[in-house]
């Protein structure tokens, strides 16, 4: 039996056009049988606060209820100052991907990215294996948080964030703690050589951004490269890491198993990540 209301989520950003995050949710809402809809919305920071209080309003002027959202590019950070409470997950993060409306219409901020990440490496890698090793990290937002995070809990020895802002990579690195410094972002190039792992967390090689220059030329054939735009999924960073040897992983994976625990909340079933949902969201990304 469906519910009397229609739950109704999505996923924010500026831009949003890119994301596959509708195709994704809305495969699991017709594989199960839900009542519920995912949605897209172009929102910026400035806006955010606004929006989610809105949305309360529109959804239930549709006789449905506001369950809550995803955030992507640039709201996770700006998010982590607008919701109502914050999961230990996102505190420790320092940022917000997810967020659930309570039955008292309160906004909790998770953070799934993390797991998300770590999962996403699995699929790949035996991932005990980075645990005292080098990791670089390319960017400072809100999902470099999370890798950063993700990759400690790993037992990585040394993080290197490497970021266009020096500012925000110090603040990153202050946050981790001591396994983490700072590297010149002109430097980037010769900051691989001893690094087990690389992570792309900029926009930069995403479809419409500009490229992400980087010479792999120092790296490890036993290194792994991973890069979490996922429009283009081979993104040029993944095609020149597989040419040289090296194992590369895209970002598909952490989309699909960062959603996992958003879809539960805002519906109340656990989701599956399989390959049928790998081939459907791909199938989203041709014209991208």
């Given at each position: 039996m469906t519910d009397e209301k229609r739950k109704i989520a999505g996923v924010m950003g500026w831009p949003i056009s890119h994301s596959l995050s509708p195709r994704l949710h809305g495969y699991w809402i017709e594989k199960y049988g839900l009542n519920a809809d995912y949605r897209a919305w172009p929102v910026k920071p400035e806006d955010l606060r606004a929006t989610f209080a809105q949305l309360k309003d529109d959804c239930a002027a549709e006789s449905g209820v506001f369950r809550g959202t995803n955030l992507t590019i640039p709201l996770k950070e700006t998010a982590f100052e607008v919701v109502d409470i914050l999961d230990p997950?996102?505190?420790?993060?320092?940022?917000?991907?997810?967020?659930?409306?309570?039955?008292?219409?309160?906004?909790?901020?998770w953070n799934t990215d993390g797991i998300g990440f770590t999962d996403s490496l699995a699929e790949k890698i035996d991932v005990s294996t980075l645990s005292g090793g080098t990791a670089l990290i390319l960017g400072a937002g809100g999902a470099s948080r999370a890798v950063a995070v993700a990759l400690s809990d790993l037992g990585v020895a040394k993080i290197i964030i490497c970021n266009r802002s020096g500012a925000r990579a110090e603040t990153l690195a202050a946050h981790i703690g001591d396994i983490a410094r700072v590297g010149p972002w002109d430097r980037r190039s010769s900051l691989l050589e001893g690094s087990d792992i690389l992570v792309n967390c900029t926009s930069l090689g995403m479809t419409g951004q500009p490229p992400l220059e980087i010479s792999l030329g120092g790296l490890k054939k036993t290194a792994i490269v991973s890069d979490i735009v996922y429009v283009p999924l081979e993104t040029d960073l993944l095609k020149r890491a597989r040419r040289q040897g090296n194992i590369a992983v895209d970002g598909l994976g952490m989309l699909l198993h960062q959603a996992k625990a958003g879809f539960e909340a805002w519906f109340g079933v656990t989701p599956e990540v399989d390959e049928d949902l790998r081939r459907h969201v791909l199938d989203g990304l041709k014209g991208k």
């Open positions: 997950s996102a505190k420790r993060i320092g940022a917000v991907n997810t967020t659930v409306v309570g039955e008292d219409g309160r906004l909790t901020g």
